[in-house]
């Protein structure tokens, strides 16, 4: 990332596309917090479609200025970088919002705060470290934002890992026998999660049941691999192959 400091002596104008780009993910998830809050309004869920489409289009914009403008390979590859990763987020948040319509009607006294929270501080630093890259001279605090940043990501792991365990065993123990884990999505995956899934595993062999993980992300895949949890737990690239298995299983 040091690079930056060398291209931006050439101009500001990926400076101001990444500040842009990062505004837009921010305005996403301020509109999938107040989905959240609210799940029946459709105009913040219209809203933030709006704001999709706009680091959509900014994210266009920085490739092109990467043809245009001469850099070298390292300076695009951390433009390239974190254009990608400001691409993500709001399309994270339009997948959750989605899911927040469709569940809507069943999610009264469901309590999401927290994890509301922890989106909030993530998406607040990531906007703050974006718009430091301008006095790259203050390195400092642009450690301090990553390490605030890693702080909620670690917290938001933990918290998914419980909430994980807690609808597993609530399955568990109203005699369900046939559990996929739908991996699909994830990207990233640490050792709390890692350790959930074995754990479930453990559970389903004991009461004779079947628990199936899908999983098509090449970094999961290979973390799976590495762990050697892809030789103990029954994974598949596809949900239909993971469906078939548990039915097979089962009869």
Known sequence: MFSFQQLFSKGDRFQELLEAAAQESHESVRLVIEMIKSPRNTQNFDDLVIARRKEKKISEQISTELVKTFVTGLEREDIEALARGLYRIPKAAEKLAERLVIASP??????????????????????????????????????????RLQYVEGEADMTTAVKFNESFFSAARSGIRRVIADLTEVSF???????????GHRRMVRDHGTFAVVCRGPRVSRVLEITGLGQILDVFGTREDALAHVRQSSG
């Open 106 to 147: 069943h999610m009264d006294g469901v309590d999401f705060s927290k994890q509301a929270d922890m989106m909030a501080k993530a998406t607040d630093a990531v906007h703050e470290m974006i718009k430091q890259l301008r006095n790259m001279k203050e390195i400092e605090k642009i450690k301090l934002l990553n390490d």
């Open 189 to 199: 995956i640490d050792t709390t999660m890692l350790n959930a899934l074995v754990v």
